[in-house]
């Protein structure tokens, strides 16, 4: 089993800012990459940022240059610097990972997500 703890969602006004934290535990033997979605009443869930073992980075065009996605791969953990926070940034934020075991053709592939911690931004 694999557990994700989120936490560090608030309430926060227009253009603040905020860092969430998510540390993965259990039976992980390889983190393939972590990241961040986010989940809002009447839309679809949206991918946020994820970053690579390797350290390369993707985001939503929405909060480019805005948000950053870091990880520390020796605690299983990613974090998300999130600032001049939006009304439209309101969400609950899901931690996500994908993990691996097994090499080549026995190689297996998981994804795992949190429970969500909720970042509310007032206007």
């Known amino acids: 089993q694999v557990q994700l703890v989120e936490s560090g969602g608030d309430l926060v006004q227009t253009g603040g800012s905020l860092s969430l934290s998510c540390a ?7 983190t393939d990459a972590m990241g961040w ?31 950053t996605v870091s990880s520390d791969n020796t605690k299983n953990s990613v974090y998300l610097r999130m600032s001049n926070l939006k009304p439209e940034d309101t969400a609950v934020y899901l931690c996500y990972v994908h993990r ?18 909720q970042v509310t931004v007032s206007s």
């Open 24 to 30: 993965a535990s259990g039976n992980i033997y390889r």
């Open 37 to 67: 979605y986010r989940r809002s009443p009447g839309k679809e869930s949206e991918l946020v940022a994820v970053i690579s073992s390797s350290g390369s980075t993707r985001y939503a065009d929405s909060v480019k240059g805005r948000f």
């Open 100 to 117: 691996s075991d097994g090499d080549g053709p026995h190689r297996r592939t998981y994804e795992h997500w949190g429970q969500g911690t």
